[in-house]
């Protein structure tokens, strides 16, 4: 990435708000595209699918398969994230507590700041 990119993403958004919810998810899954050149070729192959994971994907509560589609996006969330160095846990994410869904998600916008800043990346 050139260094005089500027790049937004927003790191946090109410999940009751589903048109913010919606563009955090989309900038989310952009910026996951990008961190993913800053992990080494052979952890990314031994990642396998985590690699293409596409984290503007939310599972609607309404479809059958939601909790393997939540299930699948934790766990390859964390896949990458742990790839990354990153110090956010994904075990005590429970998405149905409010608290604790307004406390990791506020952890991984920070996460998500300190990678930027750790890889060079402008934002405003």
Do not use: C
């Not at 990008?34 to 052979?42: A, D, G, M, T, V």
């Not at 609607?60 to 160095?85: C, E, F, N, R």
């Amino acid at each position: 990435m050139s260094g005089n990119q500027i790049l937004f993403f927003p790191d946090y958004a109410d999940p009751n708000d589903q048109a913010g919810w919606s563009m955090m998810l989309s900038g989310h899954s952009l910026e996951h595209d990008l961190f993913l050149n800053y992990i080494p070729q052979s952890i990314k192959t031994g990642m396998g699918a985590g690699v293409l994971f596409d984290f503007g994907l939310w599972p609607d509560k309404d479809d059958p398969d939601y909790q393997s589609m939540l299930d699948q996006w934790i766990g390859t969330h964390d896949a990458v994230h742990q790839a990354l160095g990153s110090g956010i846990g994904f075990g005590d994410l429970d998405v149905n507590d409010p608290s604790n869904w307004q406390i990791w998600l506020s952890a991984h916008a920070t996460e998500h700041q300190r990678l930027r800043t750790l890889f060079g990346m402008q934002t405003l």
